[in-house]
RNA sequence: UGCCGAAUGGUGUAACGGUAGCACAGCGGUCUCUGACACCGUAUGUCUAGGUUCGAAUCCUAGUUCGGCAACCA
């Protein structure tokens, strides 16, 4: 660390590793050990992503670091062990291993309830029968202090016994809970007696109907911290009134470790929610097809929708940590992903909105087998081949009958470029009927095999195209934003994030023009479709050798913006 | 009228008393067998007011604005 100081280029450390870095030169701790803290009840998404790319990041970055994966179940009424299976192939599939430290608050159930029974012999916390309206009207509000409870006195012995009477069984849910004896007139209504037990009969998706008492946040993770010798207990925001109590538990149990909780901001992201409230209204009122459809900013959607590892883990490092609630620019997102898969990924032709186009002086029955690169970023990657013949397809936009003079591709008299093929000329205009263009006669000029002129002559446009003939038909699905707004939860006039939905937020193309290639895509496999954008196999609906494609994210496109504004 | 916290271009961040920088987005251009990529250029910023200092985004004081906090949720 001490050479590295003066190193121009070392990146500043954000503040929580500033922090950290602190604590291992003054030898408080040798190495960080972090913990990511999931509650088992919903899927993750990419806010939980950079908390997961910051505390695992940590034990990567530090010598003998480690990172735990810790279930905070301790509500069975909204867990199931359904999610643990779905964030643990999440925060893996990221690239990230807890190996041995693999842990759930509800095995600490035993200890937790001998440190609550230690509290209590020491007098501070005791068991109350007030209900809870009573509670809450006892707390009082930020600007008046709370009450005391009329059972804040019993004995530690009666409050043993009471405790004791909760964990067997004898009394009905919320009919008693476990209070911390703090103080009822603290400007921190955390530390106004709050609850740590409070009974559930209901089984637990681990310890099943061992407990119907079950311990509160603020009891538990502090201690299952304590308990796991974390170093550094990273959380958000919401939890900085919440350090009081953190460190207060700690303190009064007297245990060896007590961590340091540290709040940063979480992610916010334009055009997107990320309220688990909100995600669930989304899935169960049928507005996406379920957690884990390409639209969601889940893990698991964005994982379908065809974004990678590193373009998250880019992003997350892109965006930083600090303690300002702002609101991340998703474009800041879909940069990372475009900057990654441009390097990696393959490239292919396909035609989403196909005009035919004979290409008249080309023989009848005749296939040209024509070499493509395959990634002009990675000559490693090769070379494909793509069947040329005389009826071709080629994409709507990329021919105008009366085009404007900024317009390089197809016309009438125009001469393009197939990319990998030859130059054509337009010829010919057929319209039907209803005067709507049908087809497309060109001709194309053999000598220009391959792209290149021997006469040195250029063309401004190359335009994509794929065989009539042997053209592999898919459904390609089209996505978009799933709002309409930067902030869908800022909800004014009325309105909820509901009101801001994208009716178009999905396109499906059920018969889209491939190159033949492309019927052997693995699903999940990438692949940029050259002039349209990235797109990949889809995990779940791609069936027998057919795969259906989503489309990831389009490439940047400065025509359709210059053509916006004239 | 309570407590906690935060304010740097449009957005996200850096600068730790000494030249306000980076990325994204925007705009303009170069290049191009992808109107992509790449490359070049460009506009826009320290919340306000006082103070300390040779010098303040940074330190002090007062204000302003924004966010969070009153589940037997996490």
Redesign the pocket.
Known sequence: MEEGNNDAKSE????IR?IIANDLSSGKHEAPVTRF???P?GYIHIGHAKSICLNFGLSKENKGGACHLRF?D??P??EDSEYVDSIKQDVSWLGFEWGDNLFF?SDYFDKLYDFAQKLIKEGKAYVCD???D???EH?????TPGKKSPYRDRSPEENIDLFKRMRDGEFD?????LRAKIDMTS????MRD??LY???KIAHHRTGDKWCI?????F??CLSDSIEGITHSLCT???????PLYDWVLAKLSVECHPRQIEF?RLNL?YTVLSKRKLLVLVEEAYVSGWDDPRMPTVSGLRRRGFTPASIKAFCH????????????V??L??SL??DL?ETVE?RLAVLNPIKVVITNFQEERVEDLEAVN???NPEAGTRIMPFTREIYIEKDDFMEDPPN????LGPGREV?L???YFITCQEVIKNDAGEIVELHCTYDPETR???APDGR?VK????WVSAAKAFETKVRLYDRLFTTEDPNKEEDGKTFLDYINESSLEIIADAKLEPSLSEATPGESF?F??LGYFCADLKDSENGTPVFNRTTT????????KN?S
Do not use: C
């Not at 500043?12 to 503040?15: Q, T």
């Not at 892109?318 to 620019?329: P, R, S, W």
């Not at 900024?406 to 591709?409: A, G, P, Q, S």
């Not at 490439?555 to 210059?562: F, I």
């Open positions: 500043s450390l954000d503040f500033e803290p999931p509650e009840n905070d301790t509500n009424v909204k608050a007030l209900s809870l009573e509670i809450a707390r009082g509000s930020p600007k849910d919320g009919t008693k809970v400007p921190n209504l955390h709050p609850v409070r009974i559930r079950y311990p509160m946040y603020d538990t993770h925001l919401e939890f900085e009134v919440h350090r901001a334009t892109a965006i930083g940590v600090t303690k300002f609630n702002g609101l991340t620019d474009a800041l879909e940069h475009r900057q441009n490239r990634n002009p970023k900024k317009f390089f591709r470029r990319r990998f093929a391959g792209g290149n250029k446009g190359t335009i994509h940029q050259e002039r490439l940047r496109d400065t025509w359709s913006k210059q504004k």
